[in-house]
C-alpha cells in the first residue's frame, strides 16, 4: 500500500488550500485516513482523520483546526481529501497523510500502518 499526498503550496492568511490523498495498491475505503502536520522545530501532530467506510466514514479534527478544516473521502477515486480554510501562518508545515486498519479514531503515529511522503503547505502573513 502506498499513499501520495498533494496540493500544498503557498498561500496568504485567510486563504484556502484542498490536499489530496491518493492510495496505490490498497482501497482506500478499507482504512481510518489521517492527515498530520510537522511544522519546522516541532513534533508531528495530528490535524484531522476520518474513520473507514465500515466505520461509518465518521471525521473528528484536533481543537487548532476544527471548523476550518474539512476531511471527505471519495472512495470511487480511492482519494481523500483536507479542505483547509481560513489558513493562517501557524498552519505552516508539512502536511502527511496515514492510513490505519483502526477505527478507533488514532490520533497518534504508531497508530498508523502506512504513510505518504509530505507535501508543504505555507501560509504567508
Known amino acids: 500500500v502506498q499513499l501520495q499526498a498533494f496540493g500544498g503550496g503557498l498561500v496568504q492568511a485567510g486563504g484556502s488550500l484542498r490536499l489530496s490523498c491518493a492510495i496505490a495498491?490498497?482501497?482506500?475505503?478499507?482504512?481510518?485516513v489521517g492527515w498530520f502536520r510537522q511544522a519546522p522545530g516541532k513534533e508531528r501532530e495530528f490535524v484531522v482523520g476520518i474513520t473507514s467506510t465500515s466505520g461509518g466514514n465518521v471525521p473528528y479534527y484536533a481543537d487548532s483546526v476544527k471548523d476550518r478544516f474539512t476531511i471527505s473521502r471519495d472512495n470511487v477515486r480511492n482519494t481523500v481529501y483536507l479542505q483547509m480554510n481560513s489558513l493562517k501562518p501557524e498552519d505552516t508545515a508539512v502536511f502527511y497523510c496515514?492510513?490505519?486498519?483502526?477505527?478507533?479514531?488514532?490520533?497518534?503515529?504508531?497508530?498508523?500502518?502506512?504513510w505518504g511522503q509530505g507535501t508543504q503547505v505555507t501560509v504567508s502573513s
Open positions: 496515514a492510513a490505519s486498519y483502526r477505527n478507533l479514531r488514532p490520533r497518534q503515529e504508531a497508530d498508523m500502518d502506512y
Open positions: 495498491g490498497g482501497t482506500m475505503f478499507r482504512y481510518t
